[in-house]
């Protein structure tokens, strides 16, 4: 091997013969634009460089990142979301899977629609332009995505398969339509989904309260499968526990029994709602039932208010308290109201006038809206009853452990199930769990109630007010009622170039040549359904489309489906934990159901990556602290960028971003190339030598000298580092570190060789590793790299290294360790250990513990890797 002043000429000799100026100085230094701009142009010409293979016999891989909305320019945090995806895709075509590693556009919704209209400019051609736009910043990151199977939603190529889903579900019930009290955002203008409601605000106007509004919408009836979506969560073993709690939160599922309260008597209109549906999850404790307490918006209250002024008055204040304690963002925290409506419910229990109340804290769409008050066994009924001067009745008393003993009454509330009744009629004595089964089955025997699981989760309202989505495909017509449009019709196009102000109504509604239309059943005249679909429709199952996206016949070919599905990894933000994975885990089951697909779930592996923040706080354009990707890849690289994101923190937590971090992985990257420029083996040498180096064929460990072990060593270390994170925890920011040591062995190592102590074939091997190691995550270096190591074939699809686990083991040296000059055992330490690491070793030994126990360490004698002699007295 040459010295690096003999290198010079190497280099300059081989630039001479590709007829590049022998410049040494500018080969050295590394011109991220320039190398960039070379591959960014090479990889553009081939269209099909990252498609995946059709009828392949390989093992596939599916990694997909969720798709974003085409807001008109990515942010770091989408870049961090595709280069963990696209990490992963380099790593499983090096591993010699197909992969499947599509990307598409999120691009109806309300979003789209609003900027539309303030840009003036029509959604379909604002969208457009965004997509472009940042279409062309991934390419310009080197995001390796096949984009002959791009997906844009707000296509009708796409969104005619929305409406096919839409017959099909209707034809199986799943759509159907209802009058029903929808969540109205007055800045939307439009109806929301439960989901779209936080904290009582809209999710996209954090300023506007959501008002109920009652209104004919579609609904899909995703609460078919709500036992499902809940039993299922336990098969989703690959997916974050936080996210899979999420979800059965959401859903809610609780186990509790259904009674009827009636009313005691007829009031001026007794004739509505004569009786008071409660429910509870601890029907043994109804004999302490002391009041009946209603939500402020329960059916019943208009009736009771009716003739009374104060009541009403009284009721819109803890309506109004009950909407600052939504705003504020925890109904839990409210401080308790209520007020009593001078009426009386009847327990069918035990006959019992109890008051009814009007309580602030009880709401409407939990429930029924109604509950019976316990204040001896309930937190709460305890602090409403105290303040109110409400009776308490002890009803449950503890299980006492001698059933001789006289029970001493519980401190109140007493809330624990462990226990028994009391004051309960012909069920006291019962243990707590048998009685709430006895009386269960009791009231539903005598008509007045019955056992019932309840859940949070609603069914699915679709109908949104809006322009920019997919038209619902039914008509009205005055003779049939309600008509689905024939499937031949479809798609039913969005009409263009119209007028989409915000105001009044959904905007199709005032397009008449979209409207009128003629029923399919009887010939005449026929309205269309004016309302469009919520954009999540788009999302439940576009990573179906993806595998076969440009069908004209169906959704998407089965077996190909089938081939590909479950998605192996899916990749994106925590905050869609509840409505797009819940939403497309149910549209799943529905296509299943539908004969479309076989598997239950769409997802067998999630990855939720954390924000990236500036300074501690979310990057948002109002702030004013948005790092923005494309100054990031003019100043520092694609690259640069990109192994920051994945550097600076773990992938699952949040990353905050600092400038001097990316000048850091600049400079890094420069070292690589620099390394590789200066000592990469010369073609004459590696033609010299036999059998040419490569992965997998590693120099021979004995036969090497001390240094050169050391970088062979610490080389098998780095790829079953990053090997073994890829695997497991993608803690690809250690990923990196381990790549930065190797790099510092190898400068450490550049006197060696100069001085030729270091074998050709071992150096070879470590430079071609080096390179494929950083292919998952700098790819324009990498390929550079590659190239100018002599390579020929694709670094795509060239194998990833592999690690020899002997020679990545540390050496070791057995040492033999005296007490008072007699030997007294053996300890074997890695062959770099300090002298401390070694008396730590033996001082923990269990000969030497048992030889100097009791006694007092006087001295230690350590001869380096030869012998420990432990003096004592
Ligand atoms: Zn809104
Ligand atoms: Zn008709």
Redesign the pocket.
């Known amino acids: 091997m040459p010295s690096q002043d003999n290198s010079k000429t190497i280099t300059a000799t081989a630039n001479v013969r590709s007829g590049r100026p022998p410049d040494r100085e500018n080969d050295d230094r590394y011109d991220p634009q320039r190398v960039e701009e070379k591959w960014f142009q090479r990889w553009q010409q081939n269209a099909s460089l990252y498609a995946a293979e059709p009828d392949s016999t390989k093992k596939k891989y599916y990694v997909a990142e969720m798709l974003p909305y085409p807001s008109g320019a990515l942010h770091m945090g989408h870049v961090r979301n595709y280069a963990i995806g696209d990490a992963l895709a380099r790593y499983m075509w090096m591993n010699g899977y197909n992969v499947l590693h599509p990307m598409g556009w999120d691009s109806f919704g ?1 979003p789209a629609e609003n900027a539309a209209i303030q840009n003036n400019m029509p959604p379909r051609q604002w969208t457009l332009g965004n997509i472009a736009n940042m279409k062309a910043q991934m390419k310009r990151l080197g995001f390796a995505y096949d984009w002959s199977r791009e997906v844009t939603t707000c296509f009708p190529e796409y969104y005619r398969w929305n409406q096919w889903f839409f017959l099909k579900f209707h034809e199986m019930g799943l759509a159907y339509r209802k009058k029903s009290k929808v969540n109205w ?1 007055p ?2 203008c ?1 109806v ?1 989904a439960n989901e779209q409601v936080v904290n009582g605000r ?4 954090e300023d ?1 309260l959501v008002e109920q509004r009652e209104l004919e919408q579609w609904f899909l009836r995703i609460t078919k499968y709500t036992d499902e979506l809940l039993r299922d969560l336990d098969k989703l073993g690959g997916w974050p526990e936080k996210v899979r709690t999420m979800q059965r939160n959401w859903i809610g599922r609780s186990e509790g029994t259904l009674v009827d309260f009636t009313l005691s008597d007829s009031g001026p209109a007794g004739a509505v709602g004569s009786t008071i549906s409660v429910f509870t999850t601890r029907m043994d404790t109804i004999y302490g039932a002391t009041s009946v307490q209603l939500a402020p918006q329960h059916p019943l209250i208009a009736d009771l208010a009716a003739a009374n002024a104060d009541l009403r008055a009284k009721v819109d204040q803890l309506i109004a308290e009950q909407r600052k304690a939504r705003e504020v963002g925890d109904i839990g925290e409210i401080e308790k109201h209520g007020v009593f409506t001078g009426r009386y419910a009847i327990n069918p229990f035990n006959g019992e006038k109890v008051p009814i109340w009007v309580a602030n804290y009880i709401l409407m769409d939990y429930g029924t809206g109604a509950i019976m008050s316990v204040p001896a066994h309930d937190e709460r009924d305890y602090e409403f009853a105290k303040k109110y001067n409400i009776d308490i009745r002890l009803v449950i008393v503890p299980i006492a452990d001698d059933p001789e003993e006289t029970v001493a009454e519980p401190p109140l509330p007493f809330t624990t199930m462990n226990g028994s009744l009391v004051n309960s009629g012909p069920f006291s004595g019962l243990a707590c769990e048998d009685a709430i089964k006895k009386m269960s089955a009791y009231a539903e025997k005598n008509g007045f109630g019955k056992a019932t699981v309840t859940y949070r989760l609603k069914d699915w309202g679709i109908s949104r007010q809006r322009y920019w989505g997919t038209p619902i495909p039914m008509l009205y017509c005055e003779k049939d009622g309600i008509v689905p449009v024939p499937e031949k019709d479809l798609p039913i196009l969005l009409p263009e170039n119209m007028d989409s102000t915000l105001t009044g109504g959904s905007p199709l509604g005032r397009v008449p040549e979209f409207v009128n239309t003629t029923c399919p059943k009887c010939g005449g005249p026929a309205r269309r359904e004016t309302d469009t679909m919520d954009t999540f429709v788009d999302s439940s199952w576009y990573f179906y489309r993806y595998t076969d996206a440009h069908n004209d016949r169906a959704p998407f070919d089965r077996e190909i489906a089938k081939y590909w599905f479950p998605i192996d990894q899916y990749i994106g933000g925590v905050e869609h934990a509840i409505l797009h994975l819940i939403y497309s885990r149910f549209w799943t089951k529905a296509m299943r159901d539908l004969g479309l697909v076989k598997n239950d779930e769409p997802v067998a592996r999630l990855f939720t990556q954390g924000m990236v923040t500036y300074q501690g706080a979310a990057m948002s354009k109002s702030r004013g602290n948005v790092v923005s990707p494309d100054e990031m890849v003019a100043r520092f690289g694609a690259d640069a960028a990109r192994l920051y994101v994945l550097f600076a923190a773990p992938p699952d937590r949040d990353l905050d971003w600092q400038d001097s971090g990316i000048e850091g992985i600049q400079r890094f990257l420069s070292r690589v190339y620099r390394f590789v420029v200066r000592n990469k083996p010369s073609v004459e040498t590696l033609l010299a030598t036999s059998p040419p180096p490569s992965s997998g064929t590693p120099a021979a460990a004995a036969s090497l000298p001390p240094q050169a072990r050391a970088i062979q060593r610490k080389l098998h270390q780095t790829i079953k580092r990053v090997s073994d994170d890829f695997q497991g925890r993608w803690h690809f920011n250690t990923c990196v570190a381990a790549i930065m040591e190797l790099v510092n062995v190898l400068y450490g190592a550049e006197d060696a060789i100069a001085k030729n102590s270091i074998p050709t074939p071992l150096l070879a091997e470590v430079q071609r590793d080096l390179v494929l190691l950083l292919a998952p995550f700098a790819p324009y270096l990498a390929h550079e790299l590659w190239e100018m190591l002599g390579e020929k074939g694709s670094l795509l699809k060239a194998p990833w290294p592999k690690y020899d686990a002997a020679l990545a083991k540390e050496e070791e040296l057995e040492v033999p360790v005296q007490v008072n000059g007699k030997l007294r055992s053996l300890i074997v330490v890695p062959a770099d250990s300090t002298e401390d690491f070694v008396v730590e070793r033996a001082l923990a030994d269990e000969k030497i513990k048992s030889t100097i126990a009791g006694k007092q360490i006087v001295k230690k004698i350590y001869v380096p890797g030869k012998l420990l002699n432990i003096v004592v007295k």
């Open positions: 309300l955002c800045k939307c439009t929301l809209c999710w996209r106007h506007t």
